[in-house]
């Protein structure tokens, strides 16, 4: 079954501490993203990346950093610098060409800071 | 900037009915995407549209490409329980390979 994980499903932290989310890919694309999602809101981008190796920040990079050491795996750190760091966390993945837009996502780690 | 507006924010309904919701921007769009989130799970894409005008269906989701390529329309037929979530749309942001999302409309049905 091609699809994205994400896991853990729930993560619990304290505060001040770094916390790593996973996502894995096995649909062959080459872009992949990190969204966060307040109650009541829409989906805002963190980080993305179109290629290994190399990532860009979104509209809310701060607090949070990627790596993509490899094309099927883009994990978040949320650190502690992060000012509110309990929210649902979305990764998503889409091609790069063709249909690029239609972006595919995971189910989500809701994380939880106190 | 490339907002998305969701109208309306929120609908509760009973089962059998029909609904309808949009999506517009004050700037134009080559795309459009429907999206589908479950309670606590990650969105499912619905529809996609590429072309002003386009009229696209997947079951009982009917959805349209605006011709002004401002708006989009979502309509769902003869609704039923499991028709309950969050519907955004999507759209790509300009000189961009990433997408911006409306605020969503969080449907409830009614048995």
């Known amino acids: 079954d091609g699809g994205i994980t994400q896991s853990p499903k729930y993560l619990f932290r304290k505060e001040g501490q770094n916390v790593t989310l996973s996502c894995e890919q096995n649909?062959?694309?080459?872009?992949m993203y990190w969204y966060r999602q307040d109650p009541g809101q829409g989906l805002r981008l963190i980080y993305y990346?179109?290629?290994?190796?190399?990532?860009q920040k979104g509209d809310i990079a701060e607090g949070y950093s990627v790596s993509r050491e490899k094309k099927e795996s883009f994990p978040l750190t949320v650190t502690s610098a992060q000012k509110n760091p309990t929210a649902f966390y979305l990764c998503?993945?889409?091609?790069?060409?063709?249909?690029?837009?239609?972006?595919?996502f995971g189910p989500g780690t809701r994380l939880t800071v106190t | 900037g490339q907002q998305l507006n969701q109208s309306p924010q929120s609908m509760f309904i009973q089962e059998g009915e029909d609904v309808s919701m949009n999506c517009t921007s004050s700037?134009?769009?080559?795309?459009w995407l429907w999206y589908k989130q479950d309670p606590g799970e990650g969105p499912v894409l619905l529809i996609a549209?590429?072309?002003?005008?386009e009229l696209t269906s997947n079951g009982r989701l009917t959805a349209q490409f605006g011709i002004t390529r401002k708006d989009s329309f979502l309509n769902i037929s003869a609704s039923i329980p499991s028709d309950v979530g969050i519907y955004f749309c999507?759209?790509?942001?300009?000189?961009?390979?990433?997408?911006?999302f409306g605020k969503g409309t969080m449907l409830l049905v009614s048995p």
């Open positions: 998503a993945s889409s091609p790069l060409t063709g249909r690029a837009y239609e972006q595919y």
């Open positions: 649909l062959n694309h080459d872009a």
């Open positions: 990346s179109q290629i290994v190796n190399d990532f």
């Open positions: 700037s134009i769009f080559n795309t």
């Open positions: 549209l590429y072309k002003a005008g």
């Open positions: 999507a759209g790509p942001v300009s000189g961009y390979s990433t997408l911006t």
